[in-house]
């Protein structure tokens, strides 16, 4: 089965510094990733999802940015933190269309 | 309309009984359907897919009506480990060959002794 790996668990950062979180799958080849932002008492956004390595789309216009450099490997960055950026980071995957997805431990990040 | 709605809640049921909630879309096309269940501060973990038939997991009963567009879960002989957020799950329109989900704000249940 596999396991997915995200960190750090908790951030917290000031206004206009940058971000980089990190999720890393192992236990399976080729997976859909995605990430996804959930602010309190709200449902999932996704952010972004991939297909491949280097192949990234986006759902929602912002100051984020996502990379793929490896088929396991899932990036999401931002040069200049927002206040509104606050929220828990989740990474999923999932194995095609329709199917089940299953999701990292988050990361909560408070931007102050 | 949103795409998936639930009743944010929060149920508080007594120890025992049984609970249900619904989860209405919008998508008349949409072909999969979940039930996922979310602790305080953790991640969404599945609790069961939702097929047409509707299926049973132990306590839990789901079921799908289409005409109505809306599916169901039915929690018998709640436990106080129940007490989570239940999050509706659909899936949405084909993109670059592949079904996003879109997922529901949640309904929270609190089970008290």
């Known amino acids: 089965s596999q396991t997915i790996h995200q960190w750090p668990a908790t951030l917290v950062q000031p206004v206009g510094s940058p971000l980089s979180l990190e999720c890393t799958v192992e236990g399976t080849s080729n997976p859909n990733l995605y990430w996804y932002r959930q602010a309190a008492g709200r449902g999932l956004q996704l952010l972004f999802y991939s297909v491949g390595i280097g192949q990234i789309s986006s759902e929602v216009p912002q100051n984020l940015s996502a990379s793929r450099p490896q088929d396991r490997q899932f990036i999401l960055s931002s040069k200049k933190l927002l206040l509104s950026d606050s929220g828990f980071y989740l990474c999923a995957v999932d194995r095609g269309p329709r199917e089940t997805q299953y999701f990292g431990p988050g990361t909560r990040l408070l931007v102050l | 309309r949103k795409e998936v709605e639930q009743d944010p809640g929060p149920f508080n049921v007594p120890e025992g009984a049984t609970v249900a909630f619904n989860c209405t879309y919008s998508?008349?096309?949409?072909?999969?359907f979940f039930w996922y269940r979310q602790d305080c501060r953790k991640e969404p973990k599945l609790l069961m897919s939702v097929y047409s038939s509707g299926n049973e997991d132990g306590r839990f009963t789901a079921q799908l009506n289409r005409a109505s567009q809306y599916i169901s879960l039915l929690i018998r002989d709640s436990k106080l480990s129940d007490s989570a957020t239940y999050l509706c799950v659909v899936n949405g329109p084909l993109v670059d060959s592949n079904y996003q989900l879109i997922w529901g704000a949640g309904t929270k249940l609190i089970i008290k002794p």
């Open positions: 998508n008349s096309a949409s072909q999969s």
